[in-house]
T-cell receptor, first 111, second 111 residues
Framework: TQLLEQSPQFLSIQEGENLTVYCNSSSVFSSLQWYRQEPGEGPVLLVTVVTGGEVKKLKRLTFQFGDARKDSSLHITAAQPGDTGLYLCAGGETSYDKVIFGPGTSLSVIP | DVKVTQSSRYLVKRTGEKVFLECVQD?????MFWYRQDPGLGLRLIYF???????EKGDIPEGYSVSREKKERFSLILESASTNQTSMYLCASSSWTGEQYFGPGTRLTVT
């Protein structure tokens, strides 16, 4: 059974600080996605990584897919209160497969 | 802009009632999914569908059924609602890439 673990589970930081959250598995994924979910809303797709070692940037967010395609990280530079939310990673074995979601990292950025 | 809509944002039902949750997507996606999300348990897959009139059980199908008569519409049915089905219900659709697009969610309370 594929499992995705995320760490830390909770993170509370001051505005302007940097942070990294992690997504790990013992399984290999064909692709891995990151989503952000705000309270009371559905998750919103941020990025998809598909190649081992791939790095993608989305403004202040940097996403990296591990060389072995078993893990990923999300780094936020100079966090802002608008970054507050639940960050979920999700991976699938094949493009057509249902994805497996991690439990999420709940981020709170304090002004 | 891609869009997934759900029939209700909030719903209150009594124990034993039959409940219908509807989801519509306008992206011509083949795949559609129903999840429930509970604190500490993350996103759990209830049912999914790869095509019209096709359905597959997810991780927690007990107490639920689904219907997909048209490509754009995927309905979740609670045959006899129980208090342990109080939850946030999220519908999603995906293309061949596996990237999921979520609706805003329905917060269901069963009393």
């Amino acid at each position: 059974t594929q499992l995705l673990e995320q760490s830390p589970q909770f993170l509370s930081i001051q505005e302007g600080e940097n942070l990294t959250v992690y997504c790990n598995s013992s399984s290999v994924f064909s692709s891995l996605q990151w989503y952000r979910q705000e309270p009371g809303e559905g998750p919103v797709l941020l990025v998809t990584v598909v190649t081992g070692g791939e790095v993608k940037k989305l403004k202040r967010l940097t996403f990296q897919f591990g060389d072995a395609r078993k893990d990923s990280s999300l780094h936020i530079t100079a966090a802002q209160p608008g970054d507050t939310g639940l960050y979920l990673c999700a991976g699938g074995e094949t493009s057509y497969d249902k994805v497996i979601f991690g439990p999420g990292t709940s981020l709170s950025v304090i002004p | 802009d891609v869009k997934v809509t759900q029939s209700s944002r909030y719903l209150v039902k009594r124990t034993g009632e039959k409940v219908f949750l509807e989801c519509v997507q306008d992206m011509d996606h083949e795949n559609m999914f129903w999840y429930r999300q509970d604190p500490g348990l993350g996103l759990r897959l209830i049912y999914f569908s790869y095509d019209v009139k096709m359905k597959e059980k997810g991780d927690i199908p007990e107490g639920y059924s689904v219907s997909r008569e048209k490509k754009e519409r995927f309905s979740l049915i609670l045959e006899s609602a129980s208090t342990n089905q109080t939850s946030m219900y999220l519908c999603a659709s995906s293309s061949w890439t596996g990237e999921q697009y979520f609706g805003p969610g329905t917060r269901l309370t069963v009393t």
